[in-house]
């Protein structure tokens, strides 16, 4: 029996995900990301973008992912005194400007991690503290071979946050002496350490717009995976690219 009836019928055909990962600059630090992120989608192709590198069109993604790395330069991040500014690279944060607003017109799914935060921040409209001891809040970064700083963290009940993790308290850890200091108009605090910095970032207003999620922390460093601050955080991302990915198809 001929069941096509006279037409042809061919399996829906998924094309393989593609993730941005932008470049931090450093060999081993960006095998840690690509590791962590592999470890969701093994068959996921995570491509490393860089304005040192040409050729990076977003509309080829199905997601990005902001990385850590310098600090962003103050002529945009607004940090004040500068002196307790470190290291800037202003190619990559005019890079990384624009590869947030082509992923925002193509409506990706965004994850930020540390200076991704604070880059998606500025570039919103937001500002950045300089460096948060000088500015009398706690330590929270660590200098090369000291111990991990772990702190606690608050979520906001009824967050993108607190969906996905299904907690209102836990544990993170902390490697950066910059923060958010005026919140970008379009977004919103969804999470805070003890000491009242902002760690977590989303929409404001999350109806119709695409998936996106800023940490200042960095879930992909943190061992115990059993942590909803880790995981759970990676895996929501890649169900957003998975959405996006099968839509586009």
Not at 145 to 152: A, F, M, Q, T
């Amino acid at each position: 029996m001929n069941t096509n009836s006279g037409k042809n019928f061919y399996p829906v055909l998924h094309k393989t995900m593609r993730i941005a990962v932008t470049d931090t600059g450093r060999e081993e630090k960006q095998k840690i990301y690509l590791d962590w992120l592999r470890s969701f989608d093994p068959n996921a192709e995570l491509i490393v973008v860089s304005h040192r590198k040409t050729g990076d069109h977003v509309s080829e993604f199905d997601g990005l992912v902001l990385t850590g790395g310098e600090d962003v330069d103050p002529q945009f991040s607004k940090a004040e005194p500068v002196d307790q500014v470190g290291k800037t690279d202003t190619g990559r944060d005019r890079f990384e400007f624009d590869m947030l607003d082509k992923a925002l017109k193509k409506d990706l799914p965004i994850l930020c991690i540390c200076r991704g935060l604070q880059v998606a921040n500025v570039h919103l409209g937001g500002t950045l503290i300089a460096d948060l001891q000088h500015d009398g809040y706690n330590k929270h970064d660590v200098k090369e071979k000291e111990p991990v700083i772990r702190h606690s963290i608050t979520v906001k009940e009824n967050s993108i946050m607190h969906e996905i993790t299904g907690a209102v308290t836990g544990e993170i850890n902390s490697y950066h002496h910059q923060a958010v200091k005026i919140v970008a108009e379009s977004l919103v605090p969804s999470a805070f350490s003890n000491d009242g910095v902002i760690e977590s970032l989303e929409w404001k207003e999350n109806d119709g717009k695409p998936y996106f999620l800023a940490v200042q922390w960095h879930p992909e460093r943190m061992k115990d995976t059993e942590n909803p601050f880790t995981t759970k955080i990676g895996a929501s991302f890649f169900d957003a690219v998975r959405k996006n990915n099968t839509k586009r198809t």
